[in-house]
Nanobody, 119 residues
C-alpha cells in the first residue's frame, strides 16, 4: 500500500508564498512521477506540475515562472514552492504518485490540502 501525506497549505495574501510538501510511504517503486494537481468546486482536477524520478519537470502554463516543483528521492518527498500567488490559485491541492515498472503500475492520491489566496 502507498500513502501520500501532504502539508503546507493555508491562507495567504495575493503576492505571497507557500510551500507544499508530500511524503510518500510504502511500495513507491524506483521509477515514478510525483506531482501536484488542484481542484476548485465544480471544476475538473487540473495539472499543476509534475517531476519524474529522473528529474524532468512539467508545469501548467498558468503557474510557469511562479511555481517550482522539486523532489528528494531519498525521502520520497515532493515539494511545490508557490510564489507570487494569485486569488485564482485558490484550490484544494492534491499530491499524486504514478508508479512505473514494466508499464504503468498504478496511481495514488493524497487527501488534499487547501490553499486560499486572498485579494
Amino acid at each position: 500500500q502507498v500513502q501520500l501525506v501532504e502539508s503546507g497549505g493555508g491562507l495567504v495574501q495575493a503576492g505571497g508564498s507557500l510551500r507544499l510538501s508530500c511524503v510518500a510511504s510504502g511500495s513507491v517503486f524506483r521509477f515514478n512521477v510525483m506531482g501536484w494537481y488542484r481542484q476548485v468546486p465544480g471544476k475538473q482536477r487540473e495539472l499543476v506540475a509534475t517531476a519524474t524520478s529522473g528529474g524532468s519537470t512539467n508545469y501548467a502554463d498558468s503557474v510557469k515562472g511562479r511555481f517550482t516543483i522539486s523532489r528528494d528521492n531519498a525521502k520520497n518527498t515532493v515539494y511545490l514552492q508557490m510564489n507570487s500567488l494569485k486569488p485564482e490559485d485558490t484550490a484544494v491541492y492534491y499530491c499524486n504518485l504514478e508508479r512505473y515498472g514494466l508499464g504503468h503500475l498504478g496511481a495514488n492520491w493524497g487527501q488534499g490540502t487547501q490553499v486560499t489566496v486572498s485579494s
